[in-house]
Nanobody, 120 residues
Framework: QVQLVESGGGLVQPGGSLRLSCAASGSIASINDMGWYRQAPGKERELVAVITRGGATNYAASAKGRFTISRDNAKNTVYLQMNSLKPEDTAVYYC??????????????WGKGTLVTVSS
């Protein structure tokens, strides 16, 4: 079994910051790309940021300059530091990772999501 568990969501005022974490656990041989997606009410899920095992990053235009993705390979954990938050950042944030199990099978896994609400 492999699990991705997000944490760190909550209510924050506009202009504030939050740090999301996502830890992978289970029968893991290696983790390739890790990323964050979000889904706002009534909208489709969209990419926020992704990071390769080597640390290369890619951001959605809406996240550039405000959000920073990072990872700790030893802890199988990915982070999303979100600064200068806006009401339009309100969404459920999901962790995603390509995980290769000890069996040799690789696939993408999703966490259950953590809610971020930006409101005064």
């Amino acid at each position: 079994q492999v699990q991705l568990v997000e944490s760190g969501g909550g209510l924050v005022q506009p202009g504030g910051s939050l740090r999301l974490s996502c830890a992978a656990s289970g029968s893991i041989a290696s983790i390739n790309d890790m990323g964050w997606y979000r889904q706002a009410p009534g909208k489709e899920r969209e990419l926020v940021a992704v990071i390769t095992r080597g640390g290369a990053t890619n951001y959605a235009a809406s996240a550039k300059g405000r959000f920073t993705i990072s990872r700790d390979n030893a802890k199988n954990t990915v982070y999303l530091q979100m600064n200068s938050l806006k009401p339009e950042d309100t969404a459920v944030y999901y962790c995603n990772a390509y995980i290769v199990r000890h069996s040799g099978v690789g696939m993408y896994y999703w966490g259950k999501g953590t809610l971020v609400t930006v409101s005064s």
